[in-house]
């Protein structure tokens, strides 16, 4: 190997190292200075025997630039090598690719969340008639006019939601994509927006909150317009206000990646803050079993990293340890007793309403459940896959 010749990719720096990668697959990584200095010979046509020397002469070490090439290679940074092409999957195609930066560069403008933080403060000192009461949900005697509503209601706003995210990193040149994902038993909805580490950091965080201000905005025009309504559309709005704040209280788990998660790792400017407290979890754990020879992780982490590390390894612990053991009370008990009286319902013996109603019931749970399998074993699948190619 001699030459190379790199796809176009886009770096910044951060701190003492660069924020490097190829926007069109969402692929980046952290390098030092002479991790950047290096991939910039490489793209003037030197060949790693040359960047090598030169970087010697430089900086008066030696470094690795055959397995330097060996890791860009893994990360799909290279296009050619000695000029034959370097097989590769096409880049995954964007949601909503018609969309253009240009269309949604308002979005950055810094009077969308002075507007937002007016219209919650008009809100609060309106204090329309939105009880936080389970009632409010109740808003008519139909139940199945409350599940239509919840129903479609829900969808439009997880819809809007994952579309803000996804419209503000487009307007930093970001392509985002939606998909389903997993989140311990949840099965959620997420945009990856990966990319976004090259924007500045109002940029990012405007990112990362446009979720949860589009869920402000949506329950503050609806508690405004029930508070100028009487009536049946009155209970509506009151109940769409509530809904739409429902979601909210779920961003507040930052152990599973919430939209909080990421204005935290950014706050505490950690690299990968996840990562790092789950290796520091198994570390502390195989310790505390007396299992363990190798050093700490975290102490090959910036003090600043170190520190945070550490707090969140707890706020994971504490927080997964609930929500499985939530699981393993309460929603995996409920729902095995739903199905298994499904089940048991379903014969030619049974009167027709019975039937559908117990049919329902198998479909709908048996479909989310065989749904998340799915979601996270292709989630599974290509993590490994990603650490397979990574360089080590």
Same mark, same amino acid.
């Given at each position: 190997?001699?030459?190379?010749?790199?796809?176009?990719?886009?770096?910044?720096?951060?701190?003492?190292?660069?924020?490097?990668?190829?926007?069109?697959?969402?692929?980046?990584?952290?390098?030092?200075?002479?991790?950047?200095?290096?991939?910039?010979?490489?793209?003037?046509?030197?060949?790693?025997?040359?960047?090598?020397?030169?970087?010697?002469?430089?900086?008066?070490?030696?470094?690795?630039?055959?397995?330097?090439?060996?890791?860009?290679?893994?990360?799909?940074?290279?296009?050619?090598?000695?000029?034959?092409?370097?097989?590769?999957?096409?880049?995954?195609?964007?949601?909503?690719?018609?969309?253009?930066?240009?269309?949604?560069?308002?979005?950055?403008?810094?009077?969308?969340?002075?507007?937002?933080?007016?219209?919650?403060?008009?809100?609060?000192?309106?204090?329309?008639?939105?009880?936080?009461?389970?009632?409010?949900?109740?808003?008519?005697?139909?139940?199945?006019?409350?599940?239509?509503?919840?129903?479609?209601?829900?969808?439009?706003?997880?819809?809007?939601?994952?579309?803000?995210?996804?419209?503000?990193?487009?307007?930093?040149?970001?392509?985002?994509?939606?998909?389903?994902?997993?989140?311990?038993?949840?099965?959620?909805?997420?945009?990856?927006?990966?990319?976004?580490?090259?924007?500045?950091?109002?940029?990012?965080?405007?990112?990362?909150?446009?979720?949860?201000?589009?869920?402000?905005?949506?329950?503050?025009?609806?508690?405004?317009?029930?508070?100028?309504?009487?009536? !049946?559309?009155?209970?509506?709005?009151?109940?769409?206000?509530?809904?739409?704040?429902?979601?909210?209280?779920?961003?507040?788990?930052?152990?599973?990646?919430?939209?909080?998660?990421?204005?935290?790792?950014?706050?505490?400017?950690?690299?990968?803050?996840?990562?790092?407290?789950?290796?520091?979890?198994?570390?502390?754990?195989?310790?505390?079993?007396?299992?363990?020879?190798?050093?700490?992780?975290?102490?090959?982490?910036?003090?600043?990293?170190?520190?945070?590390?550490?707090?969140?390894?707890?706020?994971?612990?504490?927080?997964?340890?609930?929500?499985?053991?939530?699981?393993?009370?309460?929603?995996?008990?409920?729902?095995?007793?739903?199905?298994?009286?499904?089940?048991?319902?379903?014969?030619?013996?049974?009167?027709?309403?019975?039937?559908?109603?117990?049919?329902?019931?198998?479909?709908?749970?048996?479909?989310?459940?065989?749904?998340?399998?799915? !979601?996270?074993?292709?989630?599974?699948?290509?993590?490994?896959?990603?650490?397979?190619?990574?360089?080590?």
């Amino acid at each position: 190997m001699t030459h190379v010749r790199l796809h176009a990719l886009d770096s910044r720096p951060d701190g003492e190292e660069w924020i490097v990668g190829r926007m069109a697959t969402g692929r980046f990584v952290a390098l030092p200075e002479v991790g950047k200095q290096a991939l910039d010979l490489l793209a003037q046509g030197l060949s790693a025997a040359e960047v090598g020397e030169r970087l010697r002469v430089e900086t008066g070490d030696e470094i690795d630039v055959p397995d330097f090439v060996e890791a860009l290679l893994g990360l799909g940074f290279v296009a050619e090598v000695d000029g034959r092409a370097v097989p590769q999957p096409a880049p995954p195609k964007p949601t909503l690719a018609g969309i253009r930066p240009r269309h949604v560069r308002w979005a950055l403008s810094p009077v969308v969340p002075a507007l937002v933080g007016l219209l919650i403060a008009v809100t609060l000192l309106a204090r329309p008639p939105v009880p936080l009461s389970y009632r409010t949900l109740l808003w008519s005697p139909h139940g199945s006019a409350v599940i239509a509503l919840g129903a479609g209601v829900g969808w439009s706003l997880l819809f809007l939601h994952e579309c803000a995210h996804l419209m503000t990193a487009r307007a930093t040149g970001v392509p985002g994509r939606m998909r389903l994902g997993t989140r311990l038993q949840f099965l959620v909805v997420q945009t990856d927006i990966s990319g976004i580490e090259l924007a500045p950091r109002r940029h990012r965080l405007t990112a990362y909150l446009a979720g949860i201000a589009t869920n402000l905005t949506v329950s503050c025009l609806a508690a405004l317009g029930a508070g100028a309504a009487d009536g !049946t559309a009155r209970r509506i709005l009151a109940a769409v206000a509530l809904l739409a704040l429902l979601p909210l209280p779920f961003q507040l788990m930052v152990f599973m990646r919430t939209d909080l998660y990421f204005v935290l790792q950014d706050v505490t400017r950690c690299r990968d803050l996840y990562g790092d407290g789950v290796a520091y979890t198994k570390y502390a754990a195989r310790r505390l079993l007396r299992r363990t020879g190798e050093s700490d992780p975290s102490l090959g982490l910036p003090r600043h990293e170190r520190r945070a590390v550490r707090a969140y390894s707890v706020v994971l612990v504490v927080g997964t340890t609930l929500c499985l053991a939530f699981l393993a009370t309460v929603t995996l008990p409920a729902d095995i007793t739903l199905f298994a009286r499904a089940v048991t319902r379903l014969g030619p013996g049974e009167p027709v309403a019975r039937n559908l109603d117990a049919a329902a019931v198998v479909v709908a749970l048996g479909g989310i459940h065989l749904l998340w399998a799915r !979601t996270w074993w292709r989630g599974r699948r290509e993590r490994r896959i990603s650490r397979g190619t990574s360089p080590r």
